[in-house]
């Protein structure tokens, strides 16, 4: 048995795992992965697609950050397309139909080709010394001494998978659970609880009728999710829509009760925003259709995967209430769908950093934190990643603030929020929305990243080009255009700055004289259209942005004001039991966190501030 | 030092047959004991007479002292109030006593600062009881009582709920439907929904105005037709020369309104132009006014004579009729409620008097909802109705941009965060309790 010593324990090799592990390994300090299943190493385990409403703009904040999602995304595309479009600006969204297959093996490449040794177990406990987390111990008892430990357990931690009545512990389907981690952390301490989520079924392509379906397909000029992408021609392969009808409704209905969900044999939590097709029937009785969306699981694959019939219910009645939707008359099964119930821990146990508050050195990421998504977990695992190898080579760690980003704001909601549902990212959370566009990614986050280090030179470079370039197009714009150019363009009479022009609701940046939009030819034309498009976003929404940055300030002035962690909130008079409650187990570190902490009303709010102001005063540290 | 004690007279100053003076803080109870002179500890909610020294010992009078135990006291601290003889002196000597045993005096409004902070009430419950205080008649008192429950607070939150359901249909189109062709459907809710909630928000700025009056007093209302005797009538109650009395019909062509104190009570007089038939131009806009005046009246006095019929299709809550010039006629068929005086003279002035503040006390019946009492409440609301008019302008392009107007909704609702002291910073505080005056 080999004794292990090393600097970072990477447990689980999903989506956040697998950026954890590889940005360790970018830092250079000495990086292991334990899991289960090596084979299932950066598996996408439930929809073939990356990025969407929100997460897009999620994956390239980890592209900028220095995650590999992004890369490994655009090689193994089948399908890209802007969400949103005719919504605004702000909200478009990447999103990508991804070959599963092709993910997988790109991702567990990237680590073969990295320093990061993968072994094969389980891991039951965490070795302590003091109050920092000091290594693991898996099921072989074999012991791994460690400065940093990073827990990325998926589903995994006491799963169970239901099928109509039918119960199976498995972390997924077909693979094993991880059991005892739980009652481990809960005996160090930590407070867990139960979240379920569910998949659809996996259909045969040569099951269905494909007639009877309608086309979906991705963009003509499709946008890459990473930067360091430079040619981009990725294959549009389509998928198909399809609606359900009000004879499987009924069916649905009928069978109501052998779903695990209804019959009260899941304890579990389940996401609101993605609801199982059995909610969706009985919490919107009128509608008498759903979109279905027919998603091919890889190029030319066989296995079809059924987007909007996520399901629990018996797989008889699965394959019942499909068989009588036109185009599936005959469907068959590779899989049914099924619900999934796991521990997760609640994040506000965490800092803003992700590592826990209690135990130095351990950092918790993705659905152990009671997330859903693949994004939002490479998003966690990206920042444990990074906060772990900071924290080995004895450097400040990376705080993303929401002003700067999705991911800021993610975590900023995790260990605020009470998690009454597996979080999802929307654009919605973002308060700062307007500023925080896909497309201008580099401006917000390019400096965190060199700062702590987390990006590769030669994407620096590039970055730090376009930041340059459009700061260059947004001075150029202030630039006048003679009477007779804007003439051709709109009617104002008088010469005036092209950003005037620009604003104007019937222009584009397009129609303006081809000398504004000058762009260095070593940017590829994808990034040249970003680029000349954010400008243009920046200008039409300059006031809002203004307002924007406005309230930005004024968040930030709360950020600054500390709260002390051993704070005795019960002594503070004036605050209520619940907010007493509440502050003394989130221990906020400020005070606009302790501002956005669920349950505390205005007065709270006033009491605390008059406190933290009055304290900072008497310590001279305003 | 935010737990200092602090002392204040609690009834206004002058002569009165009673004041209230309070204490509120860690020390109320020692500090009240020394003005007694007595060591025993109170119990919460005691009340009892106790003779009242100045600091050389010496009895300067006494008083019924009522003990309120923290938290339950009006400032969540340890408060006692002493109602003593309202002799400015003695008020004086015993406050002085006060702050010879450690109290210091209270700032404006500080007691409901200290309310507030310690979470006995919300920042817009808070300014209610400024308002409160200062406010002068029955009626304002009634509507600012119904505010410190809460109802402005539930009126803006009625608002806020609107405004939440039109941009969760948006938030749904941004971050959940992939479909494009329910945005149409979308926008067109979103329109009606934000249209519903721009008149709630008028309907509260407009309260403002009525708040204000109610707040500064009564207002009394005279009408009738042209030279009934209104502006004698008005004349003779405010014993001052103020409106033009003439012969020719319809001279008083617009208002003129007076402030008199009838019984203690605030009096706003308002002599109308003449209601008739047949309007000339130049009076139609003074009539038009009257019509106005009547609807914010509490009471209206309805004149008639031997010669002129009482007006009557109109439409008040609250109406006296009054027989004038009855020193040329004397109405023998005078109905039960009917007041029969002579303006000229000044005969059965006195009576019109009672029924007068008879009627006015009873009015409890302000027809409009909920008041917003305070200017800051007013901006609040205006600012949300102006996000929301612009959020209605986005709303009619052609393509409209729902993300901005997603933001315009957001910052609508933060204006109303902002009325339920949700996003209050401390120079906001500051100005709303310094505009208190003393005593709450
Ligand atoms: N004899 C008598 N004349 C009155 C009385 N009240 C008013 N008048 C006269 O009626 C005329 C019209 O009065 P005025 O107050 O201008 O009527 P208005 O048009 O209703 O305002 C004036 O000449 C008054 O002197 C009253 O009680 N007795
Ligand atoms: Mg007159």
Redesign the interface.
Same mark, same amino acid.
């Given at each position: 048995m080999k004794h292990h010593r090393v600097d970072v324990v990477v447990v689980g090799g999903g989506h956040a795992g697998v950026e954890a592990a590889l940005i360790c390994d970018h830092y250079k300090i000495k990086t292991l992965l334990i899991t289960m299943d090596p084979s299932a190493i950066g598996r996408m385990s439930c929809n073939p697609a990356i990025g969407g409403? /929100?997460k897009g703009q999620m994956v390239r904040e980890i592209d900028v950050l220095g995650g590999q999602m992004a890369a490994t995304t655009d090689s193994s595309g089948i399908q890209f397309k802007i969400?949103?479009k005719?919504?605004?600006?702000?909200?478009w969204s990447p999103r990508a139909q991804v070959d599963k297959r092709c993910y997988e093996k790109l991702v567990l490449e990237k680590i073969k080709k990295s320093s990061v040794e993968i072994i094969t177990g389980e891991v039951v406990s965490l070795l302590y010394k003091k109050n920092r987390v000091a290594g693991v111990t898996l099921r072989s008892l074999e012991q791994i001494y460690s400065k940093t430990v990073i827990l990325t357990a998926g589903t995994f931690l006491s799963g169970t998978i239901h099928i109509g009545e039918r119960k199976i512990n498995a972390g997924r389907m077909g693979e094993e659970r991880a059991e005892g981690l739980t009652q481990h952390l809960e005996s160090a301490g930590f407070k867990s609880g139960r979240l379920k989520t569910g998949t659809p079924p996996r259909l045969n392509r040569k099951s269905i009728n494909w007639s009877k379906a309608d086309l979906s397909l991705g963009d003509t000029n499709p946008v890459p999710f990473s930067y360091s992408t430079k040619t981009f021609n990725p294959t549009n392969e389509p998928c198909h829509t399809l609606y359900s009808n009000d004879e499987s409704h009924q069916i649905i209905k009928k069978n109501r009760d052998r779903s695990p969900m209804f019959s009260g044999d899941i304890g579990g939590v389940g996401p609101r925003?993605c609801p199982s097709i059995e909610d969706k029937v009985f919490k919107f009785p009128d509608r008498d259709s759903h979109?279905l969306f027919l998603e091919p699981e890889w190029t030319n694959s066989d296995q079809i995967y059924l987007n909007g019939f996520s399901t629990s219910l018996p797989e008889e009645t699965q394959i019942e209430s499909l068989r009588v939707i036109p185009g599936l008359e005959n469907v068959d099964f590779f899989r049914p769908g099924y619900a999934i119930e796991y521990d997760f821990f609640p994040p506000s146990q965490l800092k803003n950093t992700l590592e826990t508050k209690d135990v130095s050195g351990l950092f918790f990421a993705g659905q152990m934190n009671g997330t859903s998504g693949y994004e939002e977990a490479a998003a966690q695992g990206l920042v444990c990643g990074i906060n772990a190898s900071l924290k080995v080579l004895g450097k400040e760690q990376l705080v993303l603030t929401r002003d700067s980003s999705y991911i800021g704001v993610m975590i900023d909601d995790l260990i605020t929020k009470d998690t009454l549902e597996p979080y999802r990212m929307?654009?919605?959370r973002a308060?700062f +929305?307007?500023a925080l566009r896909y497309s201008n990614t580099p401006d917000r986050l390019l400096e965190k990243a060199v700062e702590c280090g987390s990006i590769r030179k030669s994407l620096e470079d590039l970055l730090l080009s376009v930041i340059k370039q459009k700061q260059n197009m947004r001075e150029g714009l202030g630039g006048s255009m003679a009477p007779d150019e804007i003439k051709k363009i709109t009617h104002l009479k008088h010469s005036a700055p092209a950003k005037d022009v620009l604003k104007r609701?019937e222009v584009s940046i397009w129609d303006l004289p081809k000398r504004y939009l000058e762009y260095p030819p070593e940017h590829p034309a994808w990034l040249v259209n970003d680029t000349i498009y954010d400008v243009e976003s920046d200008i039409k929404?300059e006031g809002?942005i203004k +307002?924007c940055i406005v309230e930005m300030r004024?968040l930030r002035k709360n950020e600054k004001i500390k709260l002390q962690n051993d704070l005795n909130y019960g002594a503070i008079?004036?605050?209520?039991s619940e907010a007493i409650e509440k502050l003394s187990t989130i221990k906020p570190e400020n005070l606009g966190q302790a501002m956005r902490v669920s349950g505390i009303t205005?007065?709270?709010? /006033?009491?605390l501030?008059?406190h933290a102001?009055?304290e900072s005063v008497s310590r001279g540290t305003t | 030092m935010? %737990?200092q004690t602090i002392v204040s007279q609690a009834t206004p100053f002058g002569y009165s047959s009673i004041a209230v003076i309070r204490l509120s803080g860690e020390h109320a109870f020692l500090f009240a004991s020394g003005l007694a002179n007595i060591s025993t500890p109170r119990k919460h909610l005691e009340s009892v007479l106790l003779p009242i020294f100045d600091e050389g010992g010496k009895r300067i009078d006494s008083g019924i002292f009522t003990f309120f135990k923290n938290p339950r006291s009006y400032t969540?601290e340890d408060v006692v109030e002493i109602s003593c003889h309202g002799n400015p002196l003695i008020v004086k000597m015993i406050l002085n006593h006060s702050l010879f045993l450690g109290a210091r005096l209270a700032e404006p409004g500080e007691y409901t600062k200290r309310a507030?902070? %310690?979470?006995k009430?919300?920042?817009s419950q808070a300014e209610s009881v400024g308002a409160l205080i200062a406010s002068k008649s029955k009626n304002a008192i009634y509507y600012n009582n119904k505010n410190i429950e809460g109802a402005s607070t539930e009126s803006i939150n009625t608002i806020k709920e609107g405004l939440i359901s039109a941009l969760s249909a948006i938030?749904y189109?941004?971050?959940?439907s992939?479909?494009?062709d329910t945005?149409h459907k979308t926008v067109s809710n979103v329109v009606k929904i934000l249209n519903n909630n721009n008149l709630l928000c008028r309907s509260l700025i407009s309260s403002f105005d009525a708040g204000v009056a109610y707040s500064s007093g009564f207002r009394v209302v005279i009408i009738g037709r042209p030279n009934v005797g209104k502006s004698t009538l008005m004349n003779a109650l405010v014993g001052l020369n103020r409106s033009i009395v003439s012969d020719a019909a319809g001279t008083t062509r617009d208002t003129v309104t007076h402030d008199l104190i009838i019984d203690g009570y605030p009096i706003t007089m308002i002599d109308t132009a003449g209601v008739r038939e047949v309007y000339d131009n130049i009076e139609a806009e003074g009539v038009q006014r009257t019509t106005c005046e009547m609807g914010r009246a509490d009471i209206v006095l309805s004149l008639y004579s031997h010669d002129t019929k009482p007006v009557d299709n109109i439409d008040v809550k609250k109406q006296i009729n009054v027989y004038n010039k009855a020193d040329l006629h004397k109405n023998k068929k005078l109905s039960g409620s009917d007041i029969c005086i002579s303006a000229l003279h000044g005969t059965g002035l006195e009576k019109l008097n009672k029924a007068l503040m008879a009627a006015l006390l009873d009015v409890g019946s302000f027809s409009g909802d909920v008041f917003i009492n305070t200017e800051r409440q007013k901006q609040s609301v205006m600012s949300c109705e102006s996000s929301i008019l612009k959020s209605l302008a986005l709303l009619k392009?052609e %393509?409209p !941009? !729902?993300?901005?107007v997603?933001?315009e909704i957001? $910052?609508a609702i933060g204006s109303l965060d902002s009325f339920?002291?949700?996003? $209050?910073?401390?120079d906001i505080?500051n100005k709303v309790f310094s505009s208190f005056c003393v005593g709450k």
């Open positions: 409403l /929100a969400l949103n005719k919504k605004g600006r702000a909200v925003y979109l929307f654009t919605s308060e +929305r307007l609701n929404y809002y +307002r004024s008079p004036g605050l209520s205005p007065s709270d709010m /006033a009491v501030a008059i102001v009055k | 935010e %737990n969540g507030f902070l %310690n979470g009430m919300s920042l938030e189109e941004l971050d959940i992939e479909e494009e945005l392009k %393509n !941009v !729902v993300e901005i997603a933001y957001k $910052t339920l002291g949700k996003t $209050t910073t401390d505080l």
